[in-house]
């Protein structure tokens, strides 16, 4: 449900958001309405003469134009309610694969031309019906509100320099008429001037502020929109990790108990002869459970640092010293180690978590290359960013799979080889460092999946202890000891 603050909702017209451009088509239709019902009333209810037969057909311009941009917008083939005009990549898209740079730009274009028209049409409804001195020379102001509100900054300034022009026109060209507006005079003269740059300063300081106050609701608009999805984020893996945890917690007593009962019947069939098949078989199955402890181990681990992060002091060749340390088939992962100076870079993150999220990605890759494949693991500094960046040898994704790759639940693994929650986990994790995450894939030539993080995460005064004392860059970098190659 959208919010008040950002519909115009008006009896007889359905709302639409602020700035929208059905929002411009709305307010078109009133300003025709209202413009035609006050040349009616003074036509009917008062003696003045005016060109009533040009100011209806004015009238008619603008209400023919405003019909064609309806129908235009019916013809883009999509909803465009929800679509600022002003903002091209507006989060707040119904579908953002609508949202596209090209379509919003055209659409700001056809606005602002529809306003600079309706600008000289209301300057040519003054000339005609008695310049300045009529009292509905206010509604220049109008104009330049609304398109401060819709337009782009660059492009409201020249609303603001048509609407100068236009006065200026009134103010030394167009003539009085009896019986309409006050007595202000026309042609050259020291009150004309006076009003021509009253008007030049009024105008200039409303499309200021309005801009101005409009980009910046704007702004708090999205990160109020951002901090909803992070909030939003932050519960559902809230929720899997209490499941991943509660998971963990009850298979440990089944698995428990099958350990207990493959040891048991290991030492009964001691002292009794049987096929060797059946020792292999009692190992193979000591060995999955072991492998079952660790994997619970790990998401009891994970589970944990995602729900109360603790940050480390670290480096880089620690961080992935840590990430290697829980690698399955570690023969099969080639790490690309960075200079010394990379090495060496102190980093404050939660240490277990970033290794969990990375360590994912490599299994994956892993999974994704075959038993043959290989994963490679490279690290460098982009300023004051890490990048991981983990290159499998498999047989890449479509673009179908590399947009639902990191929804929880998704998984193209077999059946029982996944759930697909570690890409949706890993995500989280490196968005809440203020991190990101990118995939680079196409169908036969493998997956690269880069991690940034920053190295000095503003977050991590929140989640340290009040007595925990920050190293310098040049303590962190003196207790590092270098991995060995």
């Known amino acids: ?105 055209l659409r700001h274009s056809v606005a602002l031309a529809l306003m600079l028209l309706d600008l000289l049409t209301l300057t040519a409804m003054l000339h005609l019906s ?28 020249s609303l603001t320099a048509t609407a100068i022009v236009g006065y200026v026109f009134l103010l030394f060209i167009s003539k009085r008429i009896d019986g309409v507006g006050s007595d202000t005079a026309v042609g050259v003269g020291l009150n004309s001037i006076g009003l021509m740059l009253a008007f030049s300063a009024c105008a200039s300081v409303v499309i200021y502020f309005v801009t101005r106050t409009a980009g910046q609701l704007k702004q708090r608009e999205q990160q109020l929109l951002r901090a909803q999805a992070d909030q939003a984020a932050s519960h ?38 049987k096929p060797k098949s059946v020792d292999t078989d009692l190992r193979l199955i000591d060995e999955q459970l072991e492998m079952c402890r660790q994997i619970l181990q790990r998401m009891r681990s994970a589970a944990g640092d995602s729900m109360t992060p603790h940050w480390d002091r670290t480096t880089v060749g620690e961080l992935i010293d840590t990430v290697l340390e829980g690698i399955r088939d570690p023969h099969r992962v080639d790490v690309t180690d960075g200079t010394d100076a990379v090495e060496e870079t102190p980093l404050w993150v939660p240490q277990e978590a970033v290794a969990q999220a990375v360590r994912n990605l490599i299994h994956n890759g892993l999974d994704a290359s075959g038993a043959d494949g290989r994963v490679r693991l490279e690290s460098k500094l982009m300023g004051e960013i890490l990048q991981l960046s983990v290159i499998d040898s498999g047989s890449g994704m479509t673009v179908e799979v590399l947009d639902r790759a990191s929804d929880p639940f998704f998984t193209t693994k077999d059946p029982g080889r996944g759930i697909g929650l570690g890409l949706f986990l890993t995500r989280n994790v490196i968005s809440q460092l203020g991190g990101e995450l990118q995939f680079h894939s196409q169908p036969g030539s493998g997956t690269q999946v880069i991690v940034r993080i920053p190295l000095d995460n503003p977050r991590r005064e929140y989640d340290l202890p009040r007595n925990y004392d920050l190293p310098t860059s040049d303590e ?10």
């Open 476 to 485: 962190a970098v003196n207790g590092v000891q270098k991995r060995p190659v």
């Open 130 to 157: 008695g310049g300045v001195g009529n009292p509905f020379c206010f509604f220049y102001f109008v104009n330049l509100a609304v398109g401060g509100v819709m337009i782009r900054p660059p492009a409201a300034w």
């Open 236 to 273: 559902r893996l809230e929720g899997l990790t209490t499941l991943a945890a509660g998971a963990a917690h009850e298979l440990a007593t089944p698995l428990s108990t099958i350990d207990v009962i493959v040891r048991e019947l290991s030492r009964h069939l001691e002292a009794c002869e």
């Open 1 to 105: 449900m959208r919010s008040s603050r950002d519909s115009l909702s008006i009896p007889l017209i359905a709302a639409a958001p602020l700035g929208s451009s059905k929002w411009l088509l709305h307010l078109r239709s009133f300003a025709v309405a209202g413009q035609l019902a006050t040349i009616l009333a003074t036509q009917f209810l008062t003696a003045i003469p005016l060109p009533y037969t040009a100011l209806i057909a004015l009238v008619g311009l603008t209400a023919i134009t405003n019909v064609v941009y309806a129908w235009w917008l019916s013809r883009q083939g999509h909803e465009d309610a929800f679509v600022r005009i002003d903002s091209p990549n507006s989060p707040i898209s119904s579908d953002p694969s609508h949202d596209s740079g090209h379509d919003s730009g």
